[in-house]
């Protein structure tokens, strides 16, 4: 156990087999982990089971199965077989599992729910006391808008707490909540900061339309302050069935337009049509952070040379910014900067995007690769190729194609999106090996991609032979295997295409893969699957591929209630399981 416990982030190594190879005591260590992925946590769920079934073990056996591993048992049959006392054990356990583990339309989530009803013997979740509800614990992030709708002001309350813990909801659910907090606490324009501090996270759950209503004063400026976070780098690839990440553009814009709202008369711009607009000083573009979004474009432009230059590097990061913004500090930004150094682009982080062609060929001449990666960190340069083309076009006058290095195509990101089929055939491919897992992480269009298929074969071999070391590092560029290589892959390789790679892929390559493969996908790549490409597969390849919900039925669930009846008519292969067994 204390050789686990040690592993940390190296614990994302492990394979299925070596989790199944571990001790009791191993196991119970590894669930602690905050690194295992999902597909980890569902195996050593199956390899802790394999030690006593759930519906064998006692009350105080049943105390000590980690949480996340009761979530993950591989059939709930045995589950649904434990009845009262012990089923409140289980119940206990639930309400401190991770939700989030589980996609948003996994079947699993019905199936815990089902077990909730009928342990506490109720025909419906808003049957339960406000203590029983509070016994819940993240259970309640698995309700759906009906229950929501459902309960009494009372219940809410009780749930509200956990509520705030579940992350983004999808936007059915995300109406049911806001017409509940509207009905317990009041109209937005009543609230008090003590109710946004009562609220926390949920107030995330209101677009600035609504927010912009919130009374202004230092103290609602408080409350809000600390619901904020702060974005750093661009975030990778989240599937949306597990982004349960909260969009918090609009509470960004709203704290930024109350401290905007509280500034002295005596900071008003005073330069021509500027005369009348509320610019903000450096220290508040500081503390407005992200909340710069709300600047309007005209007030933007209405900053003084210095006061751009001394909080560049807070306004170079605001994800919120529009092109019109973006375009607006790119006006100022030259002219801060009238002879733009090299040094001084790069301090423009994602202003850059609001470059022109023109803008390129007058300003940018002899770009550093440091100053390309500090630019080409953004994805909206795929929005903007020509001006993408270009730039790469100027740094490639003086470092040739065939004579780039791993360390300049690590530092290009999105400019090598820019790359014609053409200039990628002539990269090194052992330097091309030595960067490919970042380039990996690009979502760059299928021809780019296509040609970097070839030079990563070039690299790596055959797809056939992939690992899953480098099928993982391949990335995206795996999006775009053949009709042939995607059926050469083993069924252990298929576990490790990423899901932005997924995300990619057209669906009439998609269509290729097994059954025996899409059952290996992963609840990660799982959820990355769309529409398009689900309509292409057969029943047998869609029953495979629901393998990977987490759930022991193979279909998927309406989240939109947990009702009774809805639960039931859900549930009726399962229960038929269940007596079946009985007898």
């Known amino acids: 156990p204390n050789d686990i416990q040690t592993l940390q982030t190296a614990a994302k190594g492990l394979t299925c087999k070596q989790i199944c190879n571990l001790t009791k005591a191993q196991l119970v260590t590894l669930s602690s982990n905050q690194h295992l992925s999902r597909d980890q946590v569902r195996c050593a769920s199956k390899a802790y089971i394999k030690f006593k079934d759930v519906s064998n073990m006692t009350d105080a056996e049943l105390s000590l199965v980690p949480s996340n591993f009761l979530v993950f048992t591989e059939s709930f049959t045995n589950v649904m077989s434990v009845t009262m006392p012990r089923c409140r054990t289980i119940v206990a356990r639930f309400a401190n599992a991770s939700t989030t583990l589980l996609p948003k339309d996994s079947m699993r989530r019905t199936e815990i729910l089902y077990f909730i009803l009928n342990c506490f013997n109720r025909s419906s979740l808003s049957a339960l006391s406000p203590t029983e509800m509070k016994l819940l614990g993240g259970v309640v992030c698995l309700m759906g808008e009906q229950d929501i709708t459902a309960m009494n002001d009372s219940q809410f309350q009780a749930?509200?707490?956990?509520?705030?813990?579940?992350?983004?909801?999808?936007?059915?659910?995300?109406?049911?909540?806001?017409?509940?907090?509207?009905?317990?606490?009041?109209?937005?324009?009543?609230?008090?900061?003590?109710?946004?501090?009562?609220?926390?996270?949920?107030?995330?759950?209101?677009?600035?339309?609504?927010?912009?209503?919130?009374?202004?004063?230092?103290?609602?400026?408080?409350?809000?302050?600390?619901?904020?976070?702060?974005?750093?780098?661009?975030?990778?690839?989240?599937?949306?069935?597990?982004?349960?990440?909260?969009?918090?553009?609009?509470?960004?814009?709203?704290?930024?337009?109350?401290?905007?709202?509280?500034?002295?008369?005596?900071?008003?711009?005073?330069?021509?049509?500027?005369?009348?607009?509320?610019?903000?000083s450096p220290q508040k573009i500081r503390e407005m952070g992200d909340g710069n979004s709300v600047l309007t474009p005209l007030q933007l432009e209405c900053l003084s040379p210095d006061t751009f230059s001394a909080s560049v590097d807070v306004l170079a990061s605001v994800p919120g910014f529009s092109d019109v913004q973006l375009s607006a500090l790119k006006t100022v930004a030259l002219k801060a900067y009238p002879l733009l150094t090299d040094q001084q682009l790069g301090s423009l982080k994602k202003i850059a995007l609001a470059f022109t062609w023109s803008d390129v060929n007058k300003y940018i001449k002899k770009p550093s690769i440091d100053t390309l990666s500090s630019i080409g960190q953004y994805s909206e340069w795929l929005d903007n190729l020509s001006v993408a083309k270009e730039i790469l076009a100027t740094f490639l006058r003086d470092n040739p194609v065939k004579n780039l290095t791993s360390r300049h195509l690590l530092g290009l990101g999105y400019f090598m999106c820019a790359f014609t089929p053409d200039q990628i055939a002539q990269l090194s491919s052992t330097e091309y090996s030595a960067a490919a897992y970042s380039i990996g992480q690009l979502q760059c269009p299928l021809d780019v991609l296509s040609a970097l298929k070839d030079k990563c074969v070039e690299a790596f071999g055959d797809p056939s032979s992939w690992t899953k070391d480098k099928m993982v590092t391949a990335g995206t560029v795996a999006a775009t295997l053949n009709s042939t290589q995607l059926g050469t892959l083993s069924e252990d390789a298929v576990g490790y295409i990423t899901p932005a790679a997924i995300s990619l892929m057209p669906s009439r390559t998609f269509k290729v893969l097994s059954p025996a493969q899409l059952s290996r996908l992963g609840m990660e790549n799982y959820a990355a699957v769309d529409d398009t490409q689900l309509d292409m597969l057969d029943p047998s390849q869609i029953e495979a591929l629901n393998y990977n919900t987490g759930a022991t039925t193979p279909y998927r669930a309406d989240s939109g209630s947990s009702s009774a009846a809805h639960l039931r008519a859900a549930m009726a292969p399962f229960l038929l399981t269940v007596i079946v067994l009985a007898y």
């Not at 930024?256 to 900071?267: D, Q, T």
Request: hydrophobic letters at 40%.
């Open 159 to 280: 749930t509200l707490d956990q509520l705030a813990t579940c992350g983004e909801p999808e936007d059915s659910m995300k109406i049911a909540l806001q017409k509940r907090i509207i009905a317990l606490y009041g109209d937005i324009p009543q609230w008090t900061p003590a109710v946004v501090s009562s609220l926390r996270s949920l107030v995330k759950l209101f677009d600035f339309s609504k927010l912009y209503m919130l009374p202004v004063s230092l103290e609602m400026k408080d409350a809000l302050a600390p619901l904020l976070s702060h974005t750093g780098n661009p975030q990778g690839f989240i599937p949306r069935k597990l982004d349960f990440k909260y969009d918090i553009e609009s509470l960004n814009k709203e704290y930024g337009k109350m401290v905007i709202e509280l500034v002295a008369p005596n900071n008003r711009a005073r330069r021509d049509i500027c005369s009348s607009v509320v610019v903000p």
